[in-house]
C-alpha cells in the first residue's frame, strides 16, 4: 500500500513521544505547510462569473452613491468632478445598456434628484452666499453642465418626475437583488452570540464540553507537532492531512441555523408565519419597506375643489375668464408646469361646453390652448408628438369655429384691450393671427421629422401627419380668401407659399402623371396649382414678403425641372436673373437655389443637353480636394454636415436647423453619376483631339481626378462601383470600343431611379456612339489618308446621315482638317502638321485668347455676376479676386477703361 493512504496511527505515538523534546521550526517546512494547506474559508469560498451589465452598473451605481455622499456635505467641487467621471463611465457603459433596452432608471433617478438639489441650492439664497468662493463658481458651472447633459434625456427626466413611484420601486427591487449578496457576507463572519442549540448543550453538560475541548485541543497541538518535528520531506501526507476537517459541533449547528435561515427568508418576505425568535432575527436583517401606489385619477369634485376651492360652483363667464386670467399670468414663470397648465385649460374648456357659456369663452381657450402647446417645446428641440397633435387637433376646431361664425374677427390689428369675448352685446374679436399658427405647426412638422431617424418606422409615420398639415393649409387658405381685412394679399402669398412648399418637390405619377388634386368643382394638376399661387406671388406689388418671391420662382423652376420641361425651366431662370442677387439672400434661399440648379442640370440631362448638364452640376463636385466632392455637395443641398469643417456649438445648432428632411433628399449618387458621365462625354474626345500638345487645359476636374487615380493603379481589376464604371468606360472610348464603354454605362444601378430610366438609356447610348467615332477620328486619324463614312456607319451602327452630320460639325469647328468627298462618301484628311513657329503662334494665340476671356470675367463679376451657374461657385466658397475692393479685378478694370 502507498504510504499516502496510511492512517496516522503510529505518528500520533512517535508525535507524543518526541513531544518533551525541543526542536527549532524548519523555514523549508512552513513553506511547504503553507504550499498545501488551505484553510476552510479559502476552500468555502466560490468563484463569482459576473456579466458585463453587472460590472458597468455597479460602476455607475458606485459612482451615484459617491455622488449623493458629495451633496449632503455639500462639496460641489468633488461634485463637479464626480459628474464628470459619471458622464465618461456612461459613454463606455452605453453598448451595454442599449442592449439591455434602455437607459436604468436608478441613472435617471439620480440626474433628476442632482438637477433638483443643484435648483434648490441655487434659490436658496443664504444657503448660497455661505458657499465658498471655489464652490460658488463651480454651482454655476455644473448647473449649466447637468441641465445641457439632462436634455439627451429630456423624455425620461421628464416621466421620472410624472412617476417618481415608478422609478422608486426600481431602486427598491435592485437594492432587494443584491441584499442576499451582503446577508451571506454577513454570515460568514463569526456569529457575536451563541445560538440556543449551543446554550442547551453547555447547559446539559459542562463536563463533556470541557472534555471535547480539551480533546479537541490535544489533537490539533498533536497534528502540529507532527509536523513541526519533522524534518522536510520526513512527514507522511496522508489522506486525513488532504481532507476537510470534520466541523464540531457548533460549528455544524450554526451552519444548519444559517441554511435555515436562507430557506425561510422568502417565506418571510410572502407574509407567512414564523416563530417568535426567527421573527427577531429576520427583523435584525430585514427592513420592511412600504411602496407608493400609482395615484388615482382625480373625480369631477375633486377636480373642481382644486381648481375653485370649493365642490360646487355657479359656472359663468366671469368665472371662467378670472381662471383663465389666473393661468395666462402664471405662463412663463419659474416653476410653472406647461404640461399641467395645459390640461387645466383643457378642462376649464369641458366646463365651458357644458355651461354653454357661448362660442367666444370657447374659442378664447381654443387660443389659449394652442398657445399654450406652442409653448412646450425649449429651444432647437422639436415639439413631442402627443403635444403636436393636440396643438393640430384645435387648430382644426379653431378654423370649424371661425367658418360657422363669420362675425368673429381674428387679427393681429386688434389689441389686447380690444379683445372681447364676455360681452354679448358688442363684436367678439380676438388678437392673434391664424397665418401664424400654421406656419408655427408647419415649422414643428419639419423640425420633428429633422430629429427622427431617416430609415425607420417612426420616420414614415411621422410623414404620414403631412397630409394632415396640407389639409390644414388648404383650410386656412379657404378662411384667408374670404377675409377683406387689410394685408390680406400678403397674407394669402404666404399661405400660397406654403402650397408650394408642400407640392413643388413632388414628381406627378401620371405625367409621368398628372396628379390630380381636387379644388372645389374642378380638377387641377400639380403644374396649374404651382403657376396659380406663383403668379400671384409675382403679381403682389409690396416689397414686404421678403425672399417669398424668390422662392417662388425657384420652386416653380424646381418643379418644371422634375417634370422634364426644361425649356421653360431655363427660359424662366434667365428671365428672372436670379445668379445675379442669390449672393445676398439668405441661407434657406441660397440652399433651395442650389437644389434647383442640380435638378435643372439632371434635366438637361435627359434632354440630352450635355454641355449643360455638366456647367450646372460642375460647382457640385469642384471642391478644393477631389476627395471632399460628396461632403461638398452634402453641405450645399442641406443633406448632411461637413465633419471637417470646423465650426463652434451654435454654428451646428443653426445647419441642423437648416437640413432638409429626409423625403426631400435628392440622391447624391445619381447626381454624381451624371456629372461624371457628362465629363466623360466631354473630356474623353478633348483628349484625343489635344494628344499632340504639350498643355491642355481640364475640362472637369473631378473626373480629371480619378481618371489619373484609375492610371496609378498596379492592378486593376473589373470595375464594381460607380466610378469606377465610368473610369472603364472612359477608357473603352479611347479605344474607340464603343460596344464595351455602353455596357459599362448601362451596367450602373443609378439610372433606374429616373422615372423614365429606359429613355434615359436609349439617350446614353446614342450619345456614347457620337463620342466613340469622334474619338476615332481623333485618335486614328494620323494613320489614314481617307475614311469611308459608310464604314464608319457600320462600325458604329449609326445612318450615314448622321456620321455625316458629325463629321462636317468637327470640319467647321476646325477640329479635324479634312474635307468629304460626295461621290464616293469618305472623308479626305490632310496631314498638315504645323512648324515650330506655327505651334508657338497657336500656343501664344491660345493664352491671349485665355487672358481675355478672364479679363471679361472679372469685368462681368465688378458689373454683378453673369452666366447662371456663377451663384452656385460662390455658394461653394470659390469667389474671385476680382468680387474684393481694392483687389486685382478692380486695378484691371481701370486700366482697361484707359486703354
Known amino acids: 500500500m502507498s504510504r499516502f493512504f496510511v492512517t496516522g496511527d503510529t505518528d500520533t505515538e512517535s508525535s507524543t513521544e518526541s513531544s518533551d523534546e525541543e526542536v527549532k521550526p524548519n523555514r523549508t517546512a512552513a513553506v511547504r505547510r503553507t504550499q498545501y494547506m488551505l484553510s476552510d474559508d479559502e476552500e468555502d469560498e466560490k468563484r463569482v462569473v459576473r456579466s458585463q451589465k453587472d460590472k458597468r452598473y455597479d460602476e455607475l451605481k458606485d459612482i451615484i452613491k459617491s455622488m449623493r455622499n458629495s451633496q449632503k456635505i455639500r462639496d460641489i467641487v468633488k461634485l463637479q468632478t464626480v459628474f464628470e467621471t459619471l458622464q465618461k463611465v456612461y459613454q463606455k457603459a452605453r453598448s451595454v445598456i442599449e442592449q439591455e433596452g434602455g437607459v436604468p432608471k436608478f441613472f435617471i433617478s439620480a440626474l433628476v434628484e442632482l438637477e433638483d438639489f443643484i435648483q434648490n441650492l441655487w434659490d436658496d439664497k443664504e444657503t448660497k452666499q455661505k458657499l465658498s468662493k471655489i464652490n460658488a463658481k463651480a454651482l454655476a458651472s455644473l448647473k449649466q453642465k447637468v441641465r445641457k447633459y439632462n436634455k439627451d434625456f429630456e423624455d425620461s427626466v421628464n416621466h421620472c418626475r410624472e412617476n417618481p413611484e415608478l422609478y422608486e420601486e426600481d431602486e427598491e427591487e435592485e437594492e432587494e437583488e443584491f441584499k442576499p449578496d451582503q446577508d451571506s457576507e454577513e454570515e460568514k463572519s463569526p456569529p457575536a452570540v451563541k445560538t440556543k442549540v449551543e446554550d442547551e448543550e453547555g447547559m446539559e453538560s459542562d463536563d463533556s464540553s470541557d472534555w471535547d475541548m480539551t480533546e479537541s485541543d490535544s489533537s490539533s497541538e498533536s497534528d502540529s507537532g507532527l509536523i513541526r518535528d519533522r524534518a522536510p520531506g520526513e512527514y507522511p501526507y496522508t489522506a486525513e492531512y488532504f481532507l476537510k476537517k470534520k466541523p464540531s459541533a457548533g460549528e455544524s449547528v450554526t451552519r444548519a441555523r444559517k441554511r435555515e435561515m436562507k430557506e425561510k427568508k422568502p417565506q418571510k418576505l410572502e407574509g407567512e408565519e414564523e416563530e417568535e425568535d426567527e421573527e427577531d432575527e429576520s427583523e435584525r436583517l430585514w427592513e420592511t419597506v412600504h411602496r407608493r401606489r400609482p395615484a388615482k385619477e382625480l373625480t369631477d369634485r375633486e377636480k373642481m375643489k382644486a381648481l375653485f376651492g370649493k365642490d360646487k360652483i355657479d359656472l359663468d363667464v366671469k368665472v371662467i375668464a378670472t381662471k383663465r386670467n389666473e393661468l395666462v399670468l402664471a405662463r412663463g414663470k419659474k416653476g410653472t408646469n406647461k404640461i399641467d397648465q395645459l390640461h387645466i385649460l383643457q378642462y376649464l374648456l369641458d366646463l365651458s361646453v357644458n355651461a354653454d357659456l357661448g362660442v367666444g369663452v370657447v374659442m378664447r381657450i381654443y387660443l389659449d390652448i394652442i398657445e399654450a402647446t406652442l409653448d412646450v417645446p425649449i429651444g ?381 438609356k436609349e439617350m446614353l447610348t446614342g450619345k456614347v456612339q457620337e463620342e466613340s467615332l469622334r474619338t476615332y477620328i481623333f485618335t486614328y486619324g494620323r494613320v489614314y489618308d481617307t475614311l469611308s463614312l459608310v464604314r464608319l456607319s457600320e462600325m458604329f451602327e449609326l445612318p450615314i446621315s448622321n456620321v455625316h452630320s458629325i463629321v462636317s460639325k468637327m470640319i467647321i469647328k476646325e477640329e479635324l482638317l479634312a474635307s468629304l468627298d460626295e461621290p464616293t462618301q469618305s472623308i479626305v484628311l490632310h496631314h498638315a502638321e504645323p512648324s515650330n513657329l506655327q505651334s508657338l503662334a497657336l500656343n501664344l494665340a491660345e493664352k491671349i485668347g485665355s487672358v481675355a476671356d478672364h479679363n471679361e470675367e472679372l469685368l462681368k463679376v465688378k458689373q454683378g455676376p453673369g452666366g447662371i451657374w456663377m451663384a452656385g461657385a460662390q455658394q461653394a466658397g470659390f469667389t474671385s479676386m476680382s468680387s474684393k475692393p481694392g483687389g486685382w479685378g478692380g486695378n484691371r478694370r481701370r486700366q482697361v477703361q484707359v486703354r
Open 380 to 760: 432647437a428641440s422639436a415639439m413631442k408628438e402627443e403635444i403636436w397633435k393636440i396643438c393640430l387637433e384645435y387648430l382644426e376646431k379653431l378654423l370649424d369655429v371661425l367658418d360657422k361664425h363669420p362675425e368673429i374677427i381674428l387679427s393681429e390689428s386688434v389689441t389686447d384691450e380690444e379683445e372681447n369675448y364676455t360681452d354679448p352685446d358688442k363684436f367678439i374679436q380676438f388678437h392673434g393671427s391664424m397665418l401664424g399658427f400654421v406656419e408655427r405647426i408647419d415649422d414643428e412638422l419639419t423640425k420633428i421629422l429633422q430629429n427622427c431617424d431617416a430609415h425607420s418606422t417612426e420616420y414614415l409615420t411621422r410623414l404620414k401627419d403631412e397630409r394632415s398639415v396640407t389639409e390644414l393649409i388648404e383650410h386656412a387658405q379657404k378662411y384667408l380668401e374670404k377675409q377683406t381685412q387689410p394685408g390680406r394679399d400678403a397674407d394669402l402669398c404666404r399661405i400660397y407659399m406654403r402650397r408650394i412648399d408642400h407640392l413643388y418637390y413632388k414628381v406627378d405619377q401620371k405625367n409621368y402623371g398628372s396628379k390630380v388634386e381636387e379644388t372645389g368643382s374642378t380638377l387641377f394638376e400639380s403644374k396649374e396649382l404651382i403657376t396659380t399661387f406663383a403668379k400671384f406671388i409675382y403679381s403682389y406689388p409690396g416689397v414686404d414678403l421678403g425672399p417669398i418671391k424668390t422662392r417662388a420662382v425657384l420652386c416653380h423652376i424646381y418643379h418644371h425641372a422634375i417634370h422634364d420641361r426644361w425649356f421653360q425651366a431655363r427660359d424662366l431662370m434667365l428671365m428672372t436673373h436670379l445668379q445675379e442677387g442669390i449672393t445676398h439672400a439668405d441661407v434657406p434661399t441660397q440652399i433651395l437655389y442650389n437644389r434647383t440648379i442640380v435638378q435643372l442640370g439632371m434635366c438637361a440631362f435627359r434632354h440630352g443637353m450635355i454641355k449643360d448638364a455638366h456647367d450646372a452640376l460642375m460647382d457640385m463636385h469642384s471642391p478644393p480636394r477631389p476627395k471632399d466632392a460628396k461632403e461638398l455637395a452634402k453641405e450645399l443641398l442641406a443633406q448632411g454636415l461637413n465633419p471637417r469643417q470646423e465650426r463652434t456649438v451654435e454654428q451646428e445648432k443653426q445647419e441642423r436647423r437648416r437640413q432638409v428632411p429626409f423625403h426631400m433628399h435628392i440622391n447624391l449618387e445619381l447626381m454624381e453619376c451624371v456629372y461624371l458621365t457628362s465629363a466623360m462625354l466631354l473630356e474623353i474626345p478633348y483628349i484625343a483631339s489635344t494628344e499632340i500638345e504639350g498643355r491642355r487645359r481640364m475640362i472637369s476636374k473631378g473626373f480629371y481626378h480619378q481618371l489619373k487615380h484609375h492610371e496609378k493603379q498596379p492592378l486593376v481589376g473589373p470595375p464594381e462601383t460607380m466610378r469606377e464604371h465610368v473610369v472603364a468606360a472612359a477608357n473603352a472610348m479611347k479605344c474607340g470600343d464603343w460596344k464595351k464603354c455602353r455596357d459599362y454605362i448601362l451596367d450602373i444601378k443609378a439610372w433606374n431611379l429616373f422615372v423614365n430610366a429606359e429613355q434615359v
